[in-house]
């Protein structure tokens, strides 16, 4: 079974940066596609960032130009580098393994990201 624990979140201000990752254990292709996905309180879960098995990326529009996902293969690690971060950017970020409009694996304990204006 696939496990994922994510990190680097924490309290920011408006216009600053942070970097996520996603350490996965377990028996997982190098090419799964990997995704990044976020929880606002009292929101459903949405995917703001994705890596398919070709290496192509895709970001949701409010995020894009400012968010980049990545991976390291030889570290089982996958990021997500946030930049000029705003208030609606706070949430609950997690990883996982996008299979269409659901998710291959178990949800990891997420890290918290918050911005403050």
């Known amino acids: 079974q696939v496990q994922f624990v994510e990190s680097g979140g924490g309290t920011v201000q408006a216009g600053g940066s942070l970097r996520l990752s996603c350490v996965y254990s377990g028996k997982m292709f190098s090419v799964t596609a990997m995704g990044w996905y976020r929880q606002a309180a009292g929101k459903q879960r949405e995917l703001v960032a994705a890596?398919?098995?070709?290496?192509?990326?895709n970001v949701e529009d409010s995020v894009k130009g400012r968010f980049t996902i990545s991976r390291d293969n030889a570290k089982n690690t996958v990021y997500l580098q946030m930049n000029n971060l705003g208030p609606d950017d706070t949430a609950v970020y997690y990883c996982?393994?996008?299979?269409?409009?659901?998710?291959?694996?178990?949800w990891g304990q997420g890290t918290q990201v918050t911005v403050s204006s």
């Open positions: 890596l398919s098995s070709d290496g192509s990326t």
């Open positions: 996982n393994s996008p299979l269409g409009r659901f998710v291959r694996y178990s």
